[in-house]
């Protein structure tokens, strides 16, 4: 068993922890206050291989594992949440979804330029009616002259206004249920694609989060993706990869928050001394290492399933819960060592804890995880 990141691997680490510094750092607080989505990174990511991490080369992907794709994720929300969230739902969700269930057409078409950072990719499955309970979404696929005709409605979708690549997810039949749930890739541009509401958010406010509207939307017979009536469950064996992703950004965000706390305590003096030499600082600080360490177990552990193509269904769910809501403890945490200062947005554990909420969210609330945990329990 190996408990460490390979040479490759950590010079996958390095290169996205110096990006990461040079290129996001000094933005960091600027975005969030503007809500702006920095699309003009997409290219730079593609050049190091990050709008591609886990596809082959042959269709403009860097070729690694999970190991190394969490890893990355790990490195950018280190410094930035909202581009680790932005990468990861473009990599695991878009872009995977037609990678793993696209023909050889589909993927040159578009896996390709999404993998290069050519394109943006946005995964679209959630609406207003429908979020954990995901096949209870309205939206509709009725079939017509060569194609399909879509209408409806989906809410907080990562890129769902700068996306120029949109896999949906809609009902071609209602009567079968989730068996009659397709995905279907829509172009930014396509009549009847209307971007809609922008949210205005607690965190990751420089990674877009949008509705978007389909009216009378028409995509040609080769836009379906997958097999007709097979969209709900890709869509599911999507999201156990996604939660690595999600929770990867969790334990990035944990440890900045921690990597500023500890800082923090050598140099703030209170009482003639650091406040590191006070014992309660001290267990907070042992207890923040000791659970971030966990979670990266928990996450490798389930990245290596998943790269030797085992089921990770219940493995990526206990990364996920558990990153997730470690990592908002370790955040809030980070913000108690730094006092009132850590209140202020002068110090950065007050935008790690409203990044880090989110990962008890997104790709599963915390209460479904358990609830995917528990099913898988039953079944052993
Ligand atoms: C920033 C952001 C980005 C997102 N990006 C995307 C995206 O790119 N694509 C996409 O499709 N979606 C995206 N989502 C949507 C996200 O996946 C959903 O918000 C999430 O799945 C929860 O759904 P909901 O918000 O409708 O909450 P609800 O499902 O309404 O849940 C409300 C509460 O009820 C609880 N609950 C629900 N059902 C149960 C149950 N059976 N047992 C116990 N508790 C339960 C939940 O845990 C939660 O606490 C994003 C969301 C956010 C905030």
């Not at 409605?153 to 769902?160: E, L, M, V, W």
């Not at 249920?177 to 406010?205: D, M, Y």
């Amino acid at each position: 068993m190996e408990f460490e990141l390979n040479e490759e691997q950590q010079q996958v680490k390095r290169m996205v922890r110096e990006f990461a510094e040079a290129e996001l750092k000094p933005n960091v607080m600027k975005w969030d206050e503007e809500q702006y989505f920095p699309k003009e990174l997409w290219p730079k990511l593609g050049e190091l291989g990050l709008t591609g991490v886990i596809f082959p080369e042959e269709y403009g992907g860097a070729g690694m594992g999970y190991i190394e794709y969490a890893t990355v994720i790990e490195e950018l929300s280190r410094v930035d949440g909202s581009i680790g969230l932005s990468v990861a739902a473009h990599n695991s969700l878009c872009t995977n979804h037609l990678y793993q269930y696209g023909t050889k057409e589909q993927r040159e078409r578009f896996v390709t330029p999404l993998a290069q950072g050519k394109k943006v990719g946005a995964w679209a499955l959630t609406e207003p009616g429908s979020g954990s309970d995901a096949s209870g979404l309205k939206t509709t696929a009725r079939k017509t002259d060569g194609g399909w005709v879509l209408n409806g409605a989906k809410n907080f979708i990562t890129h769902g206004i700068s996306g120029d690549t949109c896999v949906v997810l809609a009902y071609t039949e209602r009567e079968m249920r989730s068996r009659g749930i397709s995905a279907f890739v829509v172009e930014r541009g396509t009549k009847g694609f209307l971007p809609g509401k922008k949210e205005n958010k607690l965190g990751v406010r420089a990674s877009e989060t949008a509705s978007i509207i389909f009216e009378d939307c028409y995509v040609p017979n080769e836009n379906l993706l997958g097999e007709r009536g097979r969209g709900f469950v890709n869509a599911m064996q999507i999201l156990d990869g996604g939660r690595i992703s999600i929770a990867s950004m969790a334990l990035g965000i944990a440890q900045g928050a921690y990597e500023s706390a500890l800082k923090y305590s050598k140099e703030r003096e209170q009482f003639g001394k650091p406040i590191f030499e006070f014992q309660a600082i001290q267990n907070k600080l042992a207890d923040m290492a000791t659970q971030i360490d966990a979670a990266r177990l928990l996450i490798h552990r389930a990245a290596w399933l998943k790269d030797n193509k085992k089921q990770t269904t219940k493995e990526s769910a206990m990364a996920k819960v558990y990153a997730s809501e470690i990592a908002v403890k370790v955040c809030e945490e980070a913000i108690q060592i730094h006092g009132g200062y850590g209140y202020t947005k002068d110090y950065p554990p007050e935008k790690f804890w409203r990044d880090a909420k989110l990962c008890t969210i997104g790709e599963g609330t915390s209460e479904v995880q358990r609830l995917v945990i528990a099913r898988q329990l039953i079944l052993t």
